[in-house]
């Protein structure tokens, strides 16, 4: 199976561009828990494992947590304000999969995509339960939920296939990867969105493992190192987007790793705990994994390990990792580990998909990252660098025949290892014979479609290797989704597209050069046609071409949070119920006196109130919305369709029917024919 597609959040990296440039760099993002999560410092002892108390007030965090750019979406305020986070990461991250894959979302509409989501914590739900007005909950905190993960993306791009969250704690993610690829061969999915998140919102579960003496007084993972005292928790986001090897050569998308073999077991009572992994049970997850790939053990050169800095479960680990590992294995040629854990924290149900994720770019990049915090070896662990190594400093890692494994373990011995190799060699692509080239770029809003010329221009001021412009040109034309918003730019350079961007950015057109020749005029005027609005037939323009990675889409990110689904709120009283009321509120016209144009003045207004309370809008907003246009258009679902019609008949008595509010019925007709029936109740004026 071919890993086409990746998108991630990790502390200190926004993609995985960032992940890479901080694990070659050894860095290390775990920072102090943000004060808005929960004041650490109130909780803290200097006693280990002292009941109700943290070591540490560290934690990795992903920024911005509480933004999200519902509009992209279609999701309005009142649903995105009460939607875990893990769902808004989810939606953005596969977007961004997708995109890295070279597929825009008409191309995956309606396919049989199958979605398996790993998450072991919900954080945000269970704030909102306790914490929140008990009158303010509604559907849209279930909805929101995390049993309803996979289900959000599957609605959100129309995908067909299977759609699954799943639980297996922190082993949730890479044991949706193996599903997922056991999904591809039987045939009932032909791509998959594999996935793991976690968000790290209350202190609730980290004041559990303190108490069991799990967590690093120190704030770190020390992965393999003598110093390891346990571990420290972290958000974290990462997708993955899979298709059979044949199909994705056959398709021309992009390749960055190939999934060789996988394989999933649990422990059962091998172990004399089931917080600790079984040495018998790591062996037999590894010699799985490898019968399902055909591979041997003795060719694996890289393996990515679960190893979170416990100084026992690290132990066990690399022990039986060693014994299955040495068996036929060449001498001089010890096979390297590592854990991105030491970089970012401990992800839970999001760390075996950051695992992979790393382990895809040291396959396409060829160097195996340094391990941070890594010193002197953990004695338990009996290291045998004959067999196996830990790289303090980054190290070349090349050739075809590359075999790298990832392992993730979950608490109740739920296992997961995965073989990876890396994309197969292409044949070299003819070179694009000179000239200009239409570069199209498009957002779902002006500001959006700044932020992606002004991410290109960066993009273009950076050093390193960057791919043909005629690639980035199919890519963008080709091999992404189409928005209203949109900008063309005929370039036959880097410098030329990079100085168009920046006259374009400041406010200018771009200047048409003198002599242009007959190939960039037509190319001119095409992009003229796409700028409004026309369909450009891409596969014409650009019958082919290398998919390149180029940068993701620039989320327009807003504020969607409950203040008070926070854990040191203090929990909510349940509100008392309204009083009933005799008519609709103060200023309410009686039908019985009003004129027919005066009663239906007032019904408009008091439904462009109401339609503006269950949309979250401002008064100024409300009154602004158009009666003319369907309410399904103004943003009103089904739920709140129905919270919309039970205001209309608590305080009208006027009775709406559901069939006709989730039709194409606008204000204006609504409120003529809820008038027509409060002056038919009211009977002839006196």
Known sequence: ?????MGCRFPGARDCWELWE?????????GEIPAERFDAGLLLSGERGAPGRLPSRRAGTIAGIDTFDAGFFGIPAREAERMDPQHRLLLETAWEAMEDAGLSADRLRGTRTGVFVGSSTSDYEALQSYRCDPATLDLYVVMGGRSLLAQRLSRALDLRGPSLALDSACSSSLVAVHLACQSLRAGESEMAFAA??????????SLAYARAGMLSPEGRCGSFDASASGFVRSDGAGVVLLKPLSAALRDGDPVAAVIAGSATNNDGRASDSSVRPAAGGIRELLRLAHRAA?????????????????????AVEVRALQEVLADGREPGRPCAIGSVKANIGYPEGASGVAGLIKTALVLRHGVIPPTVHFARPNP?????ERTLRVRREAAPWTGEDRLAGVTSFGLGGTNAHVLLRPAPSRAEAAAAEPGP???PLSARSP???????????????????RPPLRDVAYTLGARRTHHEHRAAFVAASEEEWRAQLLRWLDGGDAPVPAGEDARAAALRALGARYERGEEVEWGALYPS????????????RERHWRPEAAWGASPAAPARGPEPADDAGEGWTDPAEATPEELLAAVGAYLREQAGEVLRLTPGQAAALDDGVPLVRLGLDSLMTVQFRNRVAADLGAELPSALLLGHSTLGELAGRVSDALQTAAGPAP
């Open 22 to 30: 901080l694990l070659l760099a050894g860095g290390d993002a775990v």
């Open 545 to 556: 071409g290398a998919c390149v990675p180029l940068p993701a889409y620039p989320w327009q």
């Open 294 to 314: 055909g591979t041997s053990p003795a060719e694996v050169g890289y393996v990515e390990c679960h190893g979170v800095g416990s100084p026992l479960a690290d």
């Open 380 to 384: 338990e662990m009996g290291l045998d």
């Open 196 to 205: 793991g998140f976690n968000v790290v919102l209350s202190p609730d579960r």
């Open 1 to 5: 199976m071919a890993i086409i597609g």
């Open 447 to 465: 500001a959006a479609l700044r932020g992606l010329a002004a991410a290109h221009a960066a993009r273009l001021e950076r050093d390193g290797q």
């Open 437 to 439: 080239v239409l570069l």
